[in-house]
């Protein structure tokens, strides 16, 4: 199984970013999928989640800037970004809990990085 993000990058402050990620492999079933963000030095956080029913959770400070997203038929999940803030810049994690190969398990994709300048 392997998570891919996309979309990462560079953009000023007030600017807008669509992260994306696709699951692969030998999924069967997949429930939640989410994207966490980390700076350096501090713990990894959440920024968005979704259920496979289209149920959402965000962080306090993405509410009302950040919308997720997610296509059961293809196993991606993307998050719309408005209105970036200096502060929003992180490496990007998508995150996936699904059932492949015998078990349920989460999975990290390996990140991509948005900076955001003032």
């Not at 963000?37 to 959770?57: F, H, L, W, Y």
């Amino acid at each position: 199984v392997q998570l891919q993000a996309s979309g990462g990058g560079t953009v000023q402050a007030g600017g807008s970013l669509r992260l994306s990620c696709a699951a692969s492999g030998s999924i069967r079933s997949v429930t939640i999928l989410g994207w966490y963000r980390q700076t350096p030095g501090k713990q990894r956080e959440m920024v968005a989640v979704i259920s496979s029913g289209g149920g959402t959770n965000y962080a306090d400070s993405a509410k009302g800037r950040f919308t997720i997203s997610r296509d059961n038929d293809k196993n991606t999940v993307s998050l719309q970004m408005n209105s970036l803030k200096p502060e929003d810049t992180a490496v990007y994690y998508c995150n996936a809990h699904l059932y492949a190969f015998g078990e349920w398990k989460t999975y990290w994709g390996l990140g991509t990085l948005v900076t955001v300048s003032s």
